[in-house]
């Protein structure tokens, strides 16, 4: 077993205890349980259904709980055109949902307004909210999406939330 | 009726207000006053049979007088003729008779040219925004308008920015050339090549 693994676990010695760090417990547990909030405001909407249906079957990797409230989700998926008219809604959604809180730009006009260089397009959802996997495509495959969803696994994979809120603590003390 | 029954009709009723008439591969297009075009639609409905209002659409001819023109597009269901009505509205006076108490479906055609190019329709029953938001301050579609936007701000609402073109807009040539010259590119309106003229370099 490698030095670097946070969990270790051997069923001989241990049965059923785990060893691990609360940090590498909660991420684990974040990031194979991520409730999307579907975005869908254009053509990626359809890849996102597909990711979600049998065929690529979002399941496999936690992610198939659609929560139509922002209050129950962890991931908001912007998949489409971010038109300014729709611009502050998806804001309001954003600030609505409970940290720990992640957003997935699902293809071209999400990330950067795409072909849309126009009045009527914000240019990329990046101008309002923080975006942590961007994935390229017009619109992109459900493999695609999927890649993206397993990046953010990886990227949650890597935080130290437990540890982090401890210095907080310190410094306010 | 045929169209031509249709367009005789018209001219022995409204004689004066007809001001041009213009065919064009068999789509027959009237230009008429815009005072009298209410009634001509009222007509066009109600004694030629046309029932099927199909679109309204506006042109900006900027630079010219009178800069605006709005065509309706009307169609029989009964007897399949299609009928095209253009009016021209100047931008002093941008303001044209509503068709929406003759065909109901006017209604949004001509709130979205409200919207897009600021032409106001006279006892339109709800002359409102329909694409942007209450409040934005331009007409997008009128030529004055740059193709990035203008930065606009109504707090809680809605926001605008300009877009950044990067040399742009990104046209692609109407040629047979090579794939490279008809790739979208950024180009100014004199760089279109003319008709016939192959570019030969991208």
């Known amino acids: ?173 | 009726m045929t169209q031509s029954e249709a367009t005789l009709a018209l001219t022995t009723n409204f004689g004066g207000a007809i001001l041009a008439s213009n065919d064009f591969r068999s789509e027959k297009t009237l230009t008429v006053s815009r005072e009298a075009l209410h009634s001509i639609c009222l007509t066009a409905r109600d004694t030629l049979g046309f029932d099927y209002l199909v679109d309204i659409t506006s042109v900006d001819h900027f630079g010219d007088e009178p800069r605006f023109q709005i065509c309706y597009e009307l169609y029989g269901i009964e007897h399949g003729v299609h009928l095209r009505l253009k009016i021209s509205v100047s931008e002093d006076d941008a303001e044209a008779p509503t068709v929406s108490d003759i065909w109901p479906t006017a209604d949004w055609h001509e709130r979205e040219i409200f919207d897009m190019m600021g032409i106001r329709f006279a006892n339109h029953p709800d002359l409102r925004r329909i694409l942007m938001w209450d409040g934005y301050p331009y007409h997008p579609l009128r030529k004055d308008f740059p193709l990035a936007g203008k930065p606009s701000e109504m707090p809680d609402v809605a926001f605008t920015n300009a877009a950044p073109l990067a040399g742009g807009p990104f046209v692609s040539l109407p040629t047979d050339g090579i794939t490279q010259a008809r790739e979208p590119r950024a180009r100014s309106a004199g760089d279109i090549a003319p008709k016939g003229q192959i570019p030969l370099e991208p």
């Open chain 1, 1 to 173: 077993m490698s030095t670097q693994n946070p969990v270790a676990y051997d069923s001989k010695v241990e049965g059923n205890i785990i060893f691990t760090q609360v940090d590498a417990a909660i991420n684990w547990m974040r990031s194979n349980s991520l409730w999307p909030m579907p975005m869908g405001l254009a053509c990626c909407a359809i890849e996102l259904m597909a990711a979600s249906s049998a065929r690529f079957d979002i399941s496999r990797f936690g992610a198939e709980v659609m929560r139509f409230s922002p209050r129950q989700s962890d991931v908001m998926i912007v998949a489409g055109t971010v038109t300014y008219k729709m611009a502050m809604s998806v804001k309001r959604i954003w600030d609505q949902m409970p940290e720990p809180k992640w957003c997935i730009a699902m293809g071209a006009c999400a990330s950067s307004g795409g072909m849309y260089r126009s009045y009527a397009v914000l240019q990329g959802i990046d101008h309002l909210i923080p975006v942590d996997v961007y994935v390229s495509g017009c619109p992109p495959r459900p493999e695609a999406l999927l890649d993206g969803l397993m990046r953010l696994q990886k990227k949650i994979m890597g935080e130290h939330s437990l540890e982090d809120q401890k210095r907080e603590l310190l410094q306010t003390l």
